[in-house]
């Protein structure tokens, strides 16, 4: 956009900025005030001009953007123009604009909605991974069995020599676990407590370590002890250790019941909510602004490094922005799309959803109320609860304007789905 800034306003504009400085300004062998426009114009002319310059950049940018109707992303370049005095000043402002859009129909769209409920099966099966969880364990006199834990000392060597990392005293380790590499859990199956073995096995070829993928290896291996798993009984002392102090185990099976439910229906949500802005994105391909990808790309790198550094990890570590740039790419394009469905639809915040939510997220808390009233304190508290229900309530929307198929499926489907590549690739099996 090029904007041409007449002589005469420009003239006006630094006139009166020789005179505001003329007034205050302290020069040798002037009285303060006294000072001669004459003078002053020499002394602070250049100065004067780029000031004046900047102002009216700034104002003469926003009266042009609003008469032409323009809606930029991000600041502009300014590049000024070469006039001589008496054209006045120009200049070259270069930016992107916000994309116009209409939104599309979003009745070809089909979102799948699990069916699922928390059956007995499933309740059984979450109540034995938590007695898994408390597992002791009591050291034994014989041989080892898959499912043991054993205490080892090891050295590992590769063409005799020892290598980094290879050694190690006093390591628990359950037999069955994966947690080695193939063939040396295996090979401790029937050891007794003071029994040493020679392992021969084979590192990975897509091991972590570069320098012993795909490397055979000798393990000398010292068995300390053997101890058997001790897994607790589901009884009133087992209840009490995950808070239920009253009711029992009933009390505690129709607790865990209640927790798998309301993260059953949070899952779900989530499944529901990516599927709708999926549909959202498929529908309207809109082109976004590079200046907003940008910014948006170095509040994720910046977040993730935060995140790294309260973790414990180290926040200084390279993370280049491009990876953060798809991620971002969506999330602008996103927010485009759903200001304009809450905008052409007239979609306002649900102040009972907002307040629900509030009471949900309080509920975690020992002090549910001292929560909600901070949200309620200061309006600014419930600004991120608000963002979020309203893109509830898009979802909702589009659930409306998209074929919803009810699709059945089980708990552990819902809470425990594959990973996309390996979902597609069972589905071409």
């Known amino acids: 956009m090029t904007v041409e800034l007449p002589a005469e306003r420009v003239t006006e504009a630094m006139e009166k900025r020789l005179r505001e400085i003329a007034r205050n300004a302290r020069l040798d062998g002037f009285r303060p005030g006294k000072v001669p426009l004459s003078v002053v114009r020499k002394r602070f002319g250049g100065q004067v001009q780029q000031e004046v310059f900047g102002d009216l950049v700034q104002s003469s940018y926003f009266e042009a953007i609003s008469s032409e109707n ?8 300014i590049e000024p123009l070469e006039k001589a005095p008496e054209e006045g000043m120009g200049y070259v402002a270069v930016f992107e604009v916000m994309p116009e859009f209409e939104l599309a129909e979003l009745s070809g769209a089909v979102i799948r909605r699990p069916v699922v409920e928390v059956t007995d099966a499933d309740v059984e099966r979450m ?35 020892p290598f980094d990392g290879g050694t190690a005293e006093g390591v628990p380790l359950v037999l069955g676990s994966g947690s080695m590499i193939p063939g040396f859990e295996e090979g401790l199956i029937g050891a007794k407590a003071g029994e040493e073995r020679t392992l021969e096995v084979t590192f990975p070829e897509d091991y972590r370590v570069d320098s012993l993928a795909g490397k055979q290896a000798r393990f000398e291996v010292r068995v300390n002890s053997v101890s058997e798993p001790v897994v607790p009984e589901v009884d ?23 927790n798998m439910e309301r993260e059953l229906a949070d899952k779900i949500h989530s499944q529901l909510k990516e599927q709708a802005m999926d549909a959202l994105l498929a529908a309207n391909p809109i082109e976004v602004p590079r200046t907003l990808v940008k910014q948006e790309a170095e509040a994720l790198q910046r977040q993730t490094r935060e995140n790294m550094a309260q973790g414990g990890q180290a926040s200084n ?46 509920q975690s808390y020992e ?26 309530q898009v979802v909702d929307w589009v659930m409306e304007q998209a074929k919803v198929e009810e699709q059945p499926a089980s708990f552990d489907e819902i809470m425990n789905p594959p990973p996309k590549g390996e979902e597609s690739a069972a589905a071409e099996t």
């Open 317 to 362: 570590l390279e993370l280049p922005l491009d990876l953060f740039e798809e991620q971002a790419r969506r999330r602008v394009a996103l927010g485009l799309i759903i200001g304009e469905v809450l905008r052409s639809n007239d979609i306002k915040v649900d102040r009972d959803r907002v307040r629900e939510k509030v009471e949900q997220f309080a």
């Open 70 to 77: 323009l809606n930029p992303a991000g600041e502009p370049t």
């Open 236 to 258: 009133e002392e087992f209840a009490r250790a995950y808070g239920v102090t009253e009711g029992g185990v009933e009390a505690f099976l129709q607790e865990i019941r209640s």
């Open 127 to 161: 109540v034995e991974k938590l007695r898994k969880q408390r597992t002791t364990w009591n050291q034994v006199e014989r041989e080892a069995r898959g499912g043991d834990q054993v205490d080892i000392d090891f050295k590992g060597y590769i063409d005799d020599e």
């Open 367 to 392: 002090s549910p109320q001292e929560v909600i009233d901070y949200y309620y304190a200061d309006p600014k508290n419930l600004g991120p609860v608000e963002n979020v229900v309203l893109e509830d």
